[in-house]
């Protein structure tokens, strides 16, 4: 597709269940990010990724909270023992280059999730 | 992290009036600024950039201003129109980093006809 595409854009779930959060992002660029973003509030880093690999994962709150990158393109954001807490828009952005200095990040419209 | 944030939480202009939207910031050590706008439902879309090296930077209808003895950044919107409603977002991103950008908190403007 022409943007970054992000699925389910909604997602109701109970506490203590188990999230998936997909990400394609744009073809071709190879850095990927995850940000979370609360009512009111600007996006917060979550997750970095060059290629495969997560080249920075300082933002993800605890180890609830995992991403992959298996074959440097689609993303996938999991979170386990879903809590009320959690409930946010989560962001993923894709940009060109790996490390390139630049602020322009290609964002999707979001996963809302809303956590019961 | 160090803060980056917003002096107005809200602003509202008349369709054609040049909007001012404005971001403070307390890292001393940012050097890339970023203004982003995001729509109601939609992701941030990125808007104009600027380095710290620079004091002013002039896009489509957007120009950012940057003065760095009080920390602080500005959006100016000529001619606002009604399609600029949306909520603006400062970012920045320091020295010690390439790729992870810090946001404000948002400002909301509405364009009004």
């Known amino acids: 597709g022409a943007g970054v595409s992000q699925t389910p854009s909604n997602k109701v779930t109970e506490k203590g269940k188990y999230v998936e959060l997909r990400c394609d992002p744009i073809?071709?660029?190879?850095?990927l990010y995850w940000y979370r973003q609360s009512l009111g509030q600007g996006p917060e880093f979550l997750i970095y990724f060059q290629g495969t690999g997560a080249a920075d994962d300082s933002g993800l709150p605890n180890d609830r909270f995992f991403a992959v990158r298996p074959e440097g393109s689609v993303s996938t954001l999991k979170i386990q023992r879903t809590e009320r807490g959690d409930s946010a828009v989560y962001l993923c952005a894709s940009s060109p280059i790996a490390g390139a200095t630049t602020g322009e990040l290609f964002f999707g419209e979001g996963s809302r999730l809303t956590v019961l | 992290g160090e803060n980056v944030g917003l002096h107005l939480p809200t602003l509202s202009v008349q369709e054609g009036d040049n909007s001012i939207i404005n971001c403070a910031y307390s890292?001393?050590?940012?050097?890339?600024f970023i203004w982003y706008k995001q729509e109601s439902g939609k992701g941030p879309q990125f808007i104009i950039d600027i380095r710290s090296n620079m004091d002013k930077r002039q896009g489509q209808r957007v120009t950012v201003l940057l003065n760095k003895t009080v920390k602080h950044l500005s959006l100016q919107i000529a001619a606002t129109q009604p399609g600029d409603s949306a909520v603006y977002f400062c970012a920045e991103m320091s020295g010690g980093s390439n790729y992870k950008l810090t946001f404000g908190k948002g400002t909301l403007l509405t364009v009004n006809p």
């Open positions: 073809s071709g660029h190879t850095a």
């Open positions: 890292n001393s050590a940012s050097d890339y």
